[in-house]
């Protein structure tokens, strides 16, 4: 099989005109399916006055996209190792294609969820097919920290670009714009792909580990699912905490049938490998911490200070200039202090920057600390993210690098799911907006920063 860690690369540390090609278009497939995630957050009220979503309902738009992300994200991964990661990847962006359609031509409640749904399979599938085909085409080392730096930055540029596109479609068009957008693009990537990348998988011929598939995407689903329903419903909904004890029992069995399995679907050398384990960690509380955030922050600015959505999306625009800024810093600073400190380091100005936020007021004064705030936050978030990919898929062979990719974008999609109805349960459990956001966002901080303390101190024995 061809695969991508065969080019040539023109000297050290330095890339080849086709791998500028390949990371161009890997970074375009994977900042639109950033920008796929939050497009549509903005547009909600549109959508649901649109369609006749009722107001308890219109979680289910972001949850049908949510649980089949998160949920078939480490078994996609796999898959990609296995029968080619091109092939995933195309698969992916012609389902995204697809179910975008759908999204945007839907005349129903029930054809809309069927456009996310699709959508959200479509990014399990595409998004680790596209960062593993990114860590293979690239070596370990500054090439591939580079590479992932630059993928890091797009991607959290494209969830607060979805943020901003979102507003500024519906306000100009329309609601269904936010999914028919995809299309056209979707489209030039499936036309593209095949020119300039080459099939990659794994070389050995390890089969589908079945039980494991099952056990692992059964439990992700009701894990994803208990979250989302306790966050609408409360933390004592009775189908909530029966989806999450579900969950707890398929992981549970998950893990037992790899021990036992002679082709695991994620072999446990890999799961306990202190650098994927860690990395992993400090991944997961970056996402959940910096996505509840923008929530938080969002709630400020439209329920606090009565900003439009539109004007809310372009004041959150100056955090993902602050991460899109730490995406591209963060190569060099791993490259002088090691990924380790990098992801401790990052976790720490994050937590700096969100307590500063506790100096917001219930006037417009606050605005400029707000965005020199979530600015350097930002950039801090996105050097820890940075560090948590290259710790994550560090010294692992090319065969398993989907894997590696699939438990990271696994990582990324239950932190995101996790982390707003978390934060949300705080925020609103006091009796003033102000006051809940401050809760809130003093917890953020302490999370983002008791995370810096463990991933330094346990990934100092790696």
Do not use: C
């Amino acid at each position: 099989m061809t695969t991508l860690t065969t080019a040539a690369v023109a000297a050290p540390g330095r890339m080849s005109s086709r791998h500028k090609l390949i990371l161009t278009l890997l970074l375009g497939a994977q900042f639109m399916l950033a920008i796929d995630f939050s497009i549509l957050n903005v547009a909600l009220p549109a959508v649901g006055e649109g369609l006749g979503f009722s107001l308890g309902s219109l979680q289910w738009i972001a949850t049908a996209f949510a649980l089949p992300a998160a949920g078939f994200t480490l078994l996609f991964g796999r898959v990609a190792d296995l029968f080619g990661r091109r092939r995933m990847l195309l698969a992916g962006m012609a389902l995204l294609a697809a179910g975008s359609l759908i999204g945007g031509l839907a005349a129903s409640p029930a054809m809309l969820l069927v456009g996310r749904v699709l959508q959200g399979l479509a990014t399990a599938i595409a998004t680790p097919a596209a960062l593993s085909l990114l860590t293979t085409s690239f070596p370990e080392g500054p090439l591939r920290t580079r590479a992932l730096g630059l993928s890091g930055a797009l991607m959290s540029a494209g969830f607060t670009v979805g943020a901003i596109l979102g507003g500024l479609l519906t306000a100009l068009l329309s609601w269904r714009w936010a999914f028919l957008i995809n299309v056209p693009v979707a489209v030039l990537i499936l036309a593209v792909t095949p020119a300039l990348v080459g099939e990659s998988r794994a070389r050995d011929a390890a089969r589908l580990d079945v039980p494991g598939a099952v056990t692992v995407t059964g439990g992700l689903l009701a894990l994803v699912y208990g979250i989302t329903a306790a966050g609408a419903h409360g933390w004592s909904d009775v189908p909530a905490l029966a989806a999450l004890a579900a969950a707890a029992v398929l992981l549970v069995a998950f893990v037992l049938v790899e021990r036992r399995s002679p082709a695991p679907l994620a072999p446990l050398h890999v799961l306990t490998r202190r650098t994927v384990t860690w990395g992993n960690a400090g991944g997961f509380i970056a996402f959940a911490t910096e996505t509840s955030l923008v929530f938080l922050m969002t709630l400020y600015l439209q329920q606090v200070l009565g900003f439009s959505p539109l004007t809310t999306g372009l004041a959150l625009g100056v955090l993902g200039a602050g991460t899109f800024a730490g995406g591209v810093a963060a190569p060099r600073i791993m490259g002088r202090f090691g990924g380790r400190a990098a992801l401790a380091g990052g976790l720490v100005l994050q937590a700096a920057a969100t307590a500063a936020l506790l100096g917001l007021g219930a006037d417009r004064d606050g605005l400029p600390l707000l965005l020199a705030a979530t600015a350097i936050g930002g950039f801090g978030n996105l050097v820890a993210i940075v560090a948590f990919m290259g710790l994550a898929t560090a010294g692992l062979p090319d065969r398993e690098q989907g894997l590696a990719t699939g438990l990271a974008t696994m990582t990324q999609q239950v932190a995101i799911t996790l982390g707003i109805p978390v934060m949300s349960a705080v925020a609103t459990a006091n009796a003033s907006v102000l006051g809940g956001v401050h809760t809130a966002t003093l917890a953020n901080a302490a999370i983002a920063l008791i995370g810096a303390g463990l991933t330094a101190a346990f990934l100092r024995r790696a």
